[in-house]
């Protein structure tokens, strides 16, 4: 069970365009998910919480211009990298957590996108 | 400022030793700690610790939380080349956001 998809795995676009990944819940439902990024050697920073039916939460010095997240459905969260740039080229993953009354359920993590912006 | 340092940062052992990944955080709001497993793809659940003193186990590994100290311990026994990979620790902190924060991982190489 807890189950994350993400999709696509791997992207190698041109300097300007817009990438859209997917993440999707495929066993449970998920108010909220999380994205993250990951740079080489270092560890992962949380980017936006994504909320169902309402606007996504980002942290500070992340441009939500920039980096959209849709939230539609309780399984579906997508992220859209819009003209893309050099600097953009990360490791995106996202991650959904089971809900519960308590709060005991850790957060399972997508396969991650790899994205290259040439 | 919130954070969470992992120690060390990279450690080479042989098959069989055992290892001890440690963890120590200045988190407002704590409210659990969580160990997870990096491959070449995203993070693998492994554990997630709430309360001070109780062992947490599965299989050769375990992890303990020190709620007074602030940190927390990952012990592997009998490595496997297997293990080889980056143990990142989070902590889950706030109220209802249900966020973590990272620690930088340490990376474990396991020669056979």
């Known amino acids: 069970g807890a189950v994350v998809s993400q999709h696509p795995s791997r992207v190698i676009c041109k300097s300007g365009t817009s990438v859209k990944i997917e993440c999707r819940s495929l066993d449970f439902q998920a108010t909220t998910m999380f994205w993250y990024r990951q740079f080489p050697k270092k560890s992962l920073m949380l980017m936006a919480t994504?909320?169902?039916?309402?606007?996504?939460?980002?942290e500070q010095g992340v441009e939500k211009d920039k980096f959209l997240i849709n939230h539609a459905s309780l399984t579906l969260s997508t992220l859209t990298v819009t003209s893309a740039h050099p600097e953009d080229s990360s490791f995106y993953i996202c991650s959904a957590r089971k809900e519960d009354r308590v709060g005991n359920q850790p957060q399972h993590f997508g396969d991650g996108t790899r994205l290259s912006i040439l | 400022e919130d954070k969470v340092v992992q120690s060390p940062l990279s450690l080479v052992v042989h098959e069989g030793d055992t290892v001890t990944l440690n963890c120590s955080y200045e988190v407002t709001n704590f409210r659990s700690l969580l160990w997870y497993k990096q491959e070449k793809k995203a993070p693998t659940f492994l554990f997630m610790l709430?309360?001070?003193?109780i062992e947490k186990k599965s299989g050769r590994l375990s992890s303990i939380l020190d709620k007074k100290e602030l940190f927390s311990i990952l012990n592997i026994t009998a490595t496997q080349t297997g293990d080889s990979a980056v143990y990142l620790c989070a902590v889950l902190y706030g109220g209802a956001t249900n966020k973590l924060i990272f620690g930088t991982g340490t990376l474990l190489a396991v020669q056979p």
């Open positions: 709430t309360s001070s003193g």
């Open positions: 994504s909320n169902e039916g309402s606007k996504a939460t980002y």
